[in-house]
């Protein structure tokens, strides 16, 4: 069963960066497809960025220029850099991983994912 644990979460000011991880562990084939998501308190969570295995990446329009998602295969981790940080990105962060094609455009969709991390709370001030 694939396994994800996420890291790297905290607490910034306004502009700030932070820079989440997610560990890959107990996996037969390296995940085709990732993503990161996060849920603000009292709403439904949303998809934030998503990469296939050719390294094709999506934003959400909140983000973009932003946040930058990668993957390193070699060292199982998959990261995303969020810069100039807001205070409506405060939630919690969780990372997804599935198998199988999907187009690109669905990986900021939750439903397209089977597997989940149990997720990193990032919180920006004022």
């Known amino acids: 069963q694939l396994r994800l644990v996420e890291s790297g979460g905290g607490s910034v000011q306004a502009g700030g960066s932070l820079r989440l991880s997610c560990a890959i562990s107990q996996y037969t084939a390296t995940p085709s497809y990732m993503g990161w998501f996060r849920q603000a308190p009292g709403k439904e969570r949303e998809g934030v960025a998503g990469?296939?295995?050719?390294?094709?990446?999506i934003y959400a329009d909140s983000v973009k220029g932003r946040f930058t998602i990668s993957r390193d295969d070699a060292e199982e981790t998959l990261f995303l850099q969020m810069d100039d940080l807001k205070p409506e990105d405060t939630g919690t962060y969780y990372c997804a991983a599935r198998y199988g094609y999907r187009p690109l455009v669905r990986l900021l969709v939750s439903s397209e994912f089977e597997y989940w991390g149990q997720g990193a709370q990032v919180t920006v001030s004022s």
């Open positions: 990469i296939n295995n050719a390294r094709s990446t």
